[in-house]
């Protein structure tokens, strides 16, 4: 991987043309950036320490070695659903052959067991129930599009660790579950809402590519207890404990609840269930309130920075979405959204910035594949959805079966 630079920063208007030129340019970025031997590797903001001072260590003394490149499976799938609809968009054979090399890493790191490795030092030895959902999810969409049963074969395969490993974690209520943040970590009440929607997500596309209705079974309880959970103000909590003292209602409250508010919007659109509908609707008019007055999304519900890219897009798509299902009617502070982003970008594709008024006065600029790769789908999936069924290089798109929600 050749070393990152700082280009000049662009403004991008906001057509049709410019938001795919900015897709076109992020995933040429990460090709020549953060590709090699079929994955795209990277470092990451991380967790703990790393979060909260190791990266700004590591970005101001760029100059130093830094052995920190990491794999995620989440990078994977977000990178492969990413040339999934770029080869919708444009027919081009390249991008399918990118999904294909992409899906065939996820694959061939999977454990006989049905798991993969956590990549994060921090964590090593965990199992991660999100990294098994996210490469669940390439594998089934890598499935549909090519036939292949070895990609069906590995999501199941997660599904049944995840039975037997992960589980769930029993509320008070008997109709209530909320699935495990880690493998080995039995338990009863509380739960992190954010696992339980993606996982739904993964239940919701096994279920719709299969049809067999045991992916649904777990399904249900999850959404009696995600209902149960919602805040009055629409919000779903980051994570809750045993006891109201070890609860953690509010963190990066807006980011997380736009991906959940997409995750939840998937399971709907594969099952047509009414109780998520209820949610996501509730989810929506608590999302409309997120943006800053120039367009970012607020960092929580306290305030309103560090101001991070790949939030401010994640929270731009779930509210688009929203408009589309009339949960709310928003369309200046969307594209305003779009526009703060997109300026951020550079000429190389890449961004100025991970995050910037850390502790007021810090910036990380350093180049992080799993968020870019959230941010490119993000970007695809909503000129998809704004502009299917034609596409915008080429006069026949191909079928496409990731939900452009």
């Known amino acids: ?37 079929g994955a795209v590797y990277g470092p990451d903001s991380g967790v703990r320490f790393n979060a909260r001072i190791g990266r700004f260590i590591k970005g101001y003394l760029s100059f130093l070695p830094w052995s920190d490149n990491y794999a995620y499976i989440q990078s994977q799938a977000y990178w492969i659903f990413s040339n999934w609809l770029m080869h919708d968009l444009t027919g081009d054979s390249q991008f399918e052959n990118l999904a294909i090399q992409g899906t065939d890493f996820v694959n061939a790191h999977q454990t006989p067991n049905g798991y993969w490795k956590y990549p994060n030092p921090e964590w090593k030895h965990r199992i991660a129930t999100v ?37 769930f974690r029993k509320q008070d209520h008997p109709s209530m579950l909320a699935v495990n943040y880690f493998a080995g970590t039995p338990g009863d009440g509380g739960g992190v809402p954010n696992n339980s929607t993606l996982l739904l997500w993964m239940l919701g596309e096994l279920f719709d590519a299969t049809g067999r209705q045991e992916y649904l079974e777990h399904c249900q309880p999850m959404i009696n207890w995600l209902e149960h959970v919602q805040l009055d103000s629409g919000e779903l909590p980051y994570a809750l404990g045993k006891t109201a003292e070890k609860d953690r209602v509010h963190f990066l409250c807006y980011q997380y609840n736009a991906f959940e508010y997409l995750d939840l919007a998937h399971y709907y659109h594969r099952t047509k269930n009414q109780t998520v509908l209820s949610i996501i609707e509730r989810l929506a008019s608590y999302l409309s309130n997120g943006f800053t007055n120039r367009g970012a999304c607020r960092y929580d519900c306290q305030q309103a920075t560090p101001e991070v890219n790949y939030y401010t897009i994640s929270l731009a798509r779930a509210l688009s979405h929203s408009q589309k299902m009339a949960f709310t009617n928003c369309p200046e502070e969307i594209q305003k959204a779009y526009q703060r982003a997109l300026s951020h970008q550079r000429t190389d594709g890449g961004f100025r910035f991970f995050s910037r008024y850390n502790y007021r006065i810090l910036e990380d600029r350093r180049s992080y594949p799993r968020n870019l790769s959230m941010m490119l789908y993000h970007l695809l999936s909503q000129i998809k959805a704004d502009y299917e069924p034609n596409a915008i290089r080429s006069s026949a798109a191909a079928s496409y079966s990731v939900n452009a929600v």
């Not at 599009?145 to 660790?161: H, M, P, S, W």
């Open 1 to 37: 991987m050749s070393k990152t630079t700082s280009p000049k920063t662009t403004n991008v208007p906001l057509t049709p043309e410019s938001k795919f030129s900015s897709a076109e340019r992020l995933h040429s970025y990460l090709l020549q950036q953060h590709w090699q031997n």
């Open 131 to 167: 990294e098994g959902c996210s490469g669940s999810l390439a594998l089934v969409e890598s499935y549909r599009r090519t036939g292949q049963q070895k990609y069906l074969d590995g999501a199941e395969k997660f599904y049944q660790y995840l039975l037997s490993e992960i589980g």
